[in-house]
């Protein structure tokens, strides 16, 4: 693993102070990634057979709402994909959790949609270069452990409703895909480029595909469903 990788991400760990005659802190509270999330869940979906669970979905709220009956739920199991998404987080997250909820999963490939929260700044400033090392980073974990790559091109989000200050962050989305693009390209990972379904014309997300200005509908997701299968359909 490249050592600025991993440097970066070890930057990202919440810092405890040891201060005298403080009580330590609860294990809980140390779980930043939550990766605790799915670890019941891990447990029953390792035992199940490799076709069950072929393919992770690693993500966050985009991921996780994929995965919901009331969108479009039978879409994983039906095609032996598992869900691991979680509302919120960075990638900075989902690179502390990647072990847990990918690897230690052995699947045949993993999709990585991630990247919203990053530009919405829900853990700090953007920092483009820490996201792109995380993002490079779980590939490059997969990649050593024999999983295929699948990375999804952040979807149109003109409006990031929950932190107004971030402004129209389409500028920053665009910029990422161009790098998630190129990067693929250059290792030799799957690109999938779901902007050209979800975008309207003024690079947000399409009224009629979106629960909200940032997060697909059923809809949304049945139109992305395919072109997921269309990448996929190597594994």
């Known amino acids: 693993m490249n050592r600025r990788h991993l440097l970066s991400s070890l930057s990202t760990l919440p ?3 040891a201060l005298p005659g403080r009580a330590a802190e609860p294990v809980q509270a140390l779980d ?6 799915y670890a019941g869940a891990n447990v029953t979906d390792k035992a199940q057979p490799a076709d069950r669970r072929r393919v992770v979905f ?6 996780e709402n994929w995965a919901r009956p009331d ?3 039978g879409f994983f199991p039906a095609n032996g994909f598992i869900g691991r998404g979680i509302s919120g987080q960075t990638t900075s997250q989902m690179l502390l959790r990647f072990t847990p909820d990918v690897l230690d ?7 990585i949609l991630a990247g919203t929260n990053d530009v919405a700044e829900n853990g700090g400033r953007y ?3 820490l996201t792109q090392d995380n993002l490079a980073s779980m590939a490059i974990l997969a990649r050593a452990a024999g999983i295929k790559v699948f990375i999804g091109s952040v ?3 003109r409006d990031i409703y929950w932190r107004k200050t971030v402004g129209d962050p389409t500028d920053r989305i665009l910029a990422l895909n161009d790098w998630i693009a190129g990067y693929c390209r250059r290792e030799g990972h799957v ?3 779901y902007w050209p379904v979800l975008a309207d014309a003024e690079k947000g997300l399409k009224a009629e595909l979106g629960r909200d200005a940032v997060h697909p509908n059923r809809a949304g997701y049945l139109i992305m469903g395919p072109l997921a299968l269309q990448a996929l359909r190597t594994v």
């Not at 930043?32 to 999330?37: D, L």
């Open 58 to 63: 690693m993500g966050d709220s985009i991921t």
């Open 32 to 37: 930043w990634a939550n990766r605790a999330r």
């Open 15 to 17: 810092l405890l102070a």
């Open 71 to 73: 969108y479009d739920g």
């Open 155 to 157: 979807p149109p989000a």
């Open 127 to 129: 920092d483009p270069a």
């Open 191 to 193: 690109y999938v480029d």
């Open 105 to 111: 999963l052995t699947p045949r490939a993993v999709h």
